[in-house]
């Protein structure tokens, strides 16, 4: 056994030239490709669901989080005070392969949302050599945690900021005279991007971990610039949600409370450099 051991591990932590780590990311980089294209696949297959029941949920007066405000509005003030008004539009298509097309797109969307965590863990099997066995140890979670949060971030905006966005935007009037005929690519532009950009924004505490592992940012250095940093995360909340205060706090409160386990993971991630010296 001992000499099975010396003998594996000098192949495990040999030295890599440059092409042979190219080399390694392009097999990953196939793999995740491969699973892209599954998952498109599935997704088209699936594109009558998906269009009617995801996409344009949003834009449907039966869409799960209305329905939860409202009766949320009948058991506080036994009225439809906060009820969502009926969302008054029409889907517009402006070219011949537009619906065509739209569905490659959005079938493409779809898979990368499906085939997350298993790019998350290629990456992950591309970065474990160069890892320490100790860091192996602290990081073994890290295709569940990063999966868990962008699934968090997936959802929150889907059911909490989409919602809101949608009903801000499409109720909002400059004119009477004006009415709202909204192209299809504009609404599967707008619910896939601020769904998968809240997404990718809900990683930031896996971010500032490895920021923290190779000395980039430390706790004292996150603590200094607190106000900052929340200064920063209203600007964005500001930018990503409509212009109407409710729609910036219920983003600020989840994006500020995401910073402030990154500044606890940069502290936990000092305490384990200082035991590893």
Not at 17 to 26: E, K, M, N, P
Request: hydrophobic share 50%; glycine share 4%; proline share 4%.
């Amino acid at each position: 056994m001992a000499l099975d051991q010396e003998y594996i591990e000098p192949e495990e932590d040999k030295e890599m030239s440059f092409f042979d780590h190219i080399d390694v990311l392009r097999k990953y980089l196939i793999r995740s490709a491969y699973a892209l294209v599954i998952m498109s696949i599935v997704a088209f297959i699936y594109m009558d669901f998906i269009f009617h029941e995801v996409i344009t949920g949003p834009i449907k007066n039966d869409f799960l989080s209305y329905q939860l405000v409202c009766k949320l509005s009948h058991y506080f003030y036994n009225s439809d005070q906060y009820c969502f008004q009926e969302l008054k539009f029409d889907l517009l298509n402006t070219e011949m392969a537009g619906q065509f097309m739209m569905s490659f797109k959005l079938a493409f969307i779809v898979g990368i949302v499906l085939s997350m965590p298993f790019i998350l863990y290629q990456i992950w099997l591309f970065i474990k050599p160069a890892l320490s066995a100790r860091e192996r140890k602290n990081t073994r979670g890290f295709v569940f945690y990063t999966t868990a949060l962008f699934a968090m971030g997936i959802s929150f905006g889907y059911f909490v900021l989409c919602p809101i966005s949608v009903n801000f935007f499409f109720n909002y009037s400059l004119s009477p005279d004006i009415k709202n005929f909204i192209s299809i690519q504009n609404i599967v532009a707008f619910v896939s991007l601020l769904v998968l950009g809240t997404g990718l924004i809900f990683e930031l505490p896996i971010l500032m971990y490895f920021l923290a592992r190779i000395g980039l940012i430390s706790s004292s250095f996150l603590k200094k610039y607190r106000k900052h940093a929340f200064v920063i995360i209203l600007i964005v909340a500001a930018i990503v949600t409509p212009p109407d205060v409710v729609s910036q706090i219920i983003l600020t409160i989840p994006l500020y409370s995401l910073f402030e386990l990154g500044v606890l993971i940069a502290a936990r991630v000092e305490r384990q450099q200082k035991l590893e010296q």
